[in-house]
């Protein structure tokens, strides 16, 4: 008898002694069925089972849609709150959550203690590590992307866009090379030609006709030069004419082309804006433009609106989620101006979750869930590069 109750004392203690890792769950095969949409509220989150204490945990998150929305549902929805329901059903952990209004908020709630994870659209950079927290495996790519005011084309935009400097220069040109053309041409044929006698008023105005006509080619042969020196001049005319009128056509073309290919070069010296402790911001310090931050999401959007910034820079996933909203008046212009990774934030010193998070979101990525999570969010194929 003493021999099985020194087996069962041995069997106890050593289960006892376990690293918290063999204890946890065995993974299960993930599917987007774990997270159905119901009409109702397509956003709700895994129900916790109760067949097991749950060990409640803090997490941390602020409003980013479509990773994490918080309104019109009693908790947060998303891409992020449903990966982070996935893995706390797995953990066998009950969630607690808390909102903050900002990302440098919700880090610095985290580094005071009084959440426990952090997940939202987390960047993983090298600053935010350096002050004292830890990030999980990269769960998705994105990047920073600039937002501009889409072009409105209505007639009022389109005359005052005729009054840019960029149109009136080469409008200048034209008049002013024309009249410069038509005195020579007077001065050259005034006492030979008909056509450019009389006083010097007549006279320069048919010579600024002639380069009008010679430099649109509408015609030729109404008014036409006779001397040597007068046949120079038009010739040396016709030869520059394709230069300015080139010039002409290239600055309405460009003119175009900015509207749909701006990039940060080309507002070199502009106001562009971010939002205040985000990597938007800390990108921006680094480039030629004027930085201006803001709180929140919606002033940045209703400054860029007003003509207070001419660009906003934020991250790619969130700001492409906000134009499907409002397809009439944004638009994404450039590429990627940064290749970023969303991780889960805890605090240094917490390598058991941490182990524990990053096996299951490498688990997930192997077996297709965080893909089948990005259909349900973004309705397409999530690219390599972000």
């Known amino acids: ?36 949409i119901v009409e109702a509220n397509p956003f709700e989150t895994l129900s916790i089972s109760q067949a097991q204490p749950k060990t409640v945990i803090r997490v941390g998150t602020k409003d980013l849609p479509p990773f994490v929305a918080l309104k019109p549902a009693t908790q947060p929805y998303g891409y992020s709150a449903d990966l982070w329901q996935s893995i706390a059903d797995d953990l066998a952990l009950q969630t607690e959550w808390v909102t903050y209004p900002s990302v440098s908020d919700l880090l610095t709630g985290l580094k005071r203690g009084d959440v426990d994870v952090a997940i939202a659209g987390i960047s993983v950079t090298a600053q935010r590590e350096a002050e004292g927290l830890d990030f999980s ?94 046949r120079l001049i038009a010739t040396l005319w016709m030869g520059l004419s394709f230069f300015i009128v080139a010039d002409f056509i290239a600055s309405l073309t460009v003119q175009q082309l900015s509207k749909h290919e701006l990039d940060l070069t080309a507002l070199s010296g ?99 869930f965080l893909q089948q999570l990005h259909q349900k969010w973004f309705k397409e194929e999530q690219s390599t590069t972000g």
Do not use: C
């Not at 005359?159 to 034209?174: C, E, G, K, T, V």
């Open 137 to 230: 495996y990269p769960f998705y790519q994105a990047g920073l992307q600039l937002m501009v005011l889409k072009p409105n084309t209505t007639v009022t935009t389109f005359a005052s866009s005729m009054l840019n400097w960029h149109h009136l220069r080469p409008i200048f040109l034209i008049f002013g090379s024309s009249t410069i053309v038509g005195g020579l041409i007077w001065l050259a044929e005034r006492k030979h030609n008909d056509h450019f006698s009389g006083n010097p008023i007549q006279g320069v105005s048919q010579g600024i006709w002639f380069a009008v006509v010679t430099l649109g080619t509408f015609g030729y042969g109404d008014v036409t030069p006779r001397k040597f020196t007068g």
């Open 270 to 368: 502009e106001s562009v804006g971010a939002l205040k402790g985000t990597t938007g911001e800390f990108f921006l310090q680094s480039q030629p433009v004027k930085l201006v931050t803001y709180p929140s999401f919606e002033t940045a959007v209703s400054a860029l609106e007003d003509g207070e910034i001419k660009g906003l820079v934020q991250d790619a996933p969130a700001l492409r989620h906000f134009i499907n909203l409002n397809p009439d008046n944004f638009e994404l212009v450039g590429t990627l101006l940064t290749h970023e990774g969303y991780g889960i934030a805890v605090r240094e010193n917490e390598s058991n979750l941490l182990e524990a998070i990053d096996r299951l979101i490498l688990d997930y990525q192997q077996q297709g």
């Open 1 to 36: 008898m003493f021999k099985y109750l020194g087996t069962l004392v041995f069997i106890h203690l050593g289960l006892g002694l376990a690293p918290a890792s063999a204890l946890t769950p065995p993974i299960v095969q993930k599917t987007i069925a774990d997270t159905p």
